[in-house]
């Protein structure tokens, strides 16, 4: 089950979407579109460093698909 947030954003994705011409490829930029506009309105701190990216896309592609290092929890 999706929280609240996430039909939020889920619901102003789709509206980004269909505003952009229903183009393939587009979801992941879209959902973090609607994530922006909907953290703009929230209290909390972005969920990402801008010092150190552009964009919120840029960034979950680098973490995502770079390599991390290997942590020993003790």
């Given amino acids: 089950m999706l929280l609240r947030n996430d039909e939020m954003i889920r619901s ?8 952009e011409g229903q183009p393939d490829g587009r979801a992941l930029d879209h959902w973090l579109t609607a994530q922006r506009e909907q953290s703009m309105s929230d209290v909390a701190s972005p969920w990402f460093d801008r010092a150190v990216s552009g964009n919120e896309t840029t960034w979950m592609r680098h ?5 991390q290092p290997f942590v020993v929890l003790n």
């Fill in 12 to 19: 102003r994705a789709h509206e980004l979407w269909l505003d």
């Fill in 63 to 67: 973490v995502l698909w770079s390599p």
